[in-house]
């Protein structure tokens, strides 16, 4: 039997939040790195389960399926649950056509550099200040937008829709 490929990161403490993984090899730009495990489940069961951390309620192991189902890393989860938010990430994952997530780089990654990708959180409904307070980013980078949550589209006034469209179509002509 052959021996098993040495994996390419290891978990330790991170400046950024709790737990890390971290690169003890280079990683080459577009490869896989890890796939994103555990019990994949509809979103009502993953919130009836007790939280991940009694003391930060906000910090969460799931990971939000295109069919809207969830990945719950708390139940029979990997390395990649360790895996921290950053704006300015070196990692993206993707979806498969079989469902299973991964965990690729977007770019070459040196031995001791963190891995991280942008989370994107999706919360239902409107939040109050303290509410998004508890998705405050702590990533560090230059890029940082303040929040783990996706970005949100702002309603622009008229005059401005108008101008964007007009942007955007000169853009696309570009292409």
Known sequence: MPAAARKPYVVRRSAIHGRGVFAVAPI????TIIEYKGERT???EAMERPDSD?????HTFLFELDDGRVIDARVKGNAARWINHSCAPN???????NGRVFIQARKRIEPG???SYD???SVD???TKEERARFACCCGSPKCRGSLLAKTKKKKKKKDRKKSKKDHKAKRKGK
């Open 28 to 31: 080459a730009r577009g490869e």
């Open 42 to 44: 509809t979103w009502d």
């Open 54 to 58: 009694p003391d930060d309620p906000s």
């Open 91 to 97: 990692c993206e994952t993707y979806e498969d056509e």
């Open 113 to 115: 550099s963190e891995l």
């Open 119 to 121: 989370y994107r959180l």
């Open 125 to 127: 409904g409107k939040l």
